[in-house]
């Protein structure tokens, strides 16, 4: 094993997946140069913070597979033994050695990499790299509210089924990691705690001096964008979300407020479930 340790920044899109990942940066977590990124949109003003070369990639493999950006999608069996998918995993490999293999704290986001997991798994165990991983949560409700503001082709119930997915697949891929989970809502009202803690479970060092971080921090935090908050109650009396939304849901609350329940067996337990129950609903569908 080599000293690189890779932060993967994961979760439904619309979540808070870009303030984390820019948050992480100011903790020194290297995400590419200047120009690697995406440029912002008038969907996310502030910036994406995407590195354009992994997300290329990551978009060619969903073209091989035939796949939509909102999908439900699932790797195939085979895709191990699939030539034009090796190929693109030995590409985005030797993209990540060239540019970040002697970075010793590095990250990417792309949502896309809820669906390609195995993929960087195995690439990242061949580099000897340790990955990491934060899985940003944010009410589903206001998580689909925000994906048809964005896009209103997308239906309120298939915005629910790509928060409940991808949520569940960053639970279950990334058990046997080092990760924590962060829920947009408190980086929002209380940002130095909630990367803080963060920081410690991830064992990233606090920059010095705490001065330089707190004036970048109030300059990205910016409660004006959050469109939309809805508690717990709504998202229970909701006719729209499933039993298996809300207990992914909760799961995840309850992970953030018992940071070692992570790494419960019970809560492996519970997710094994819960992916393979929705899972199974995915493929008796297509």
């Known amino acids: 094993m080599n000293s690189s340790r890779a932060i993967g920044i994961i979760g439904s899109g619309r979540s808070g997946t870009s303030l ?74 030797k993209y990540i050695s060239d540019n970040f293999f002697h970075k010793s704290l590095w990250g990417w986001k792309d949502p896309r990499t809820c669906s390609l997991l195995p993929i960087w798994e195995e690439l990242l165990q061949e580099l000897k790299m340790i990955a ?12 689909a509210h925000s994906l048809y503001r964005c896009d209103p082709q997308i239906s309120l119930d298939h915005a629910l089924h790509i928060w409940t997915f991808r949520t569940l697949s960053s639970l279950y891929w990334t058990e046997s990691n080092q990760r924590v989970v962060i829920h947009y809502d408190q980086m929002i009202e209380d940002w130095e705690g909630t990367l803080k803690q963060a920081a410690n479970r991830l ?19 910016k409660p004006q964008l959050r469109h939309s908050k809805t508690g717990e109650k709504a998202l229970i009396e909701s006719n729209h979300v499933s039993a298996l939304t809300l207990n992914t849901y909760q799961l995840c609350m309850s992970a953030i407020s018992y940071p070692d329940f992570l790494t419960d067996e019970l809560m492996h337990q519970c997710v094994k479930q819960l992916f393979e129950q929705y899972t199974g609903q995915i493929i008796s569908l297509k």
């Open 132 to 143: 990491s991983y934060v899985i940003v949560i944010r009410n589903p409700l206001d998580v």
């Open 203 to 221: 064992s990233i060092p606090w920059p010095q001096p705490e001065k330089q971080v707190e004036k970048e921090m109030s300059r990205i935090i």
């Open 20 to 93: 984390v990942t820019k948050e992480l940066e100011l903790l020194g977590v290297h995400l590419g140069g200047p120009l690697d990124f995406i440029p912002p949109d008038n969907t996310n003003p502030d910036g994406f913070w995407e590195n354009k070369h992994i997300v290329g990639i990551q978009q060619l493999i969903f073209k091989k597979l035939g796949w939509s950006w909102e999908g439900l999608n699932l790797l195939p069996p085979d895709w191990k033994s699939r030539s034009e998918l090796v190929v693109l995993k030995e590409q985005l490999k």
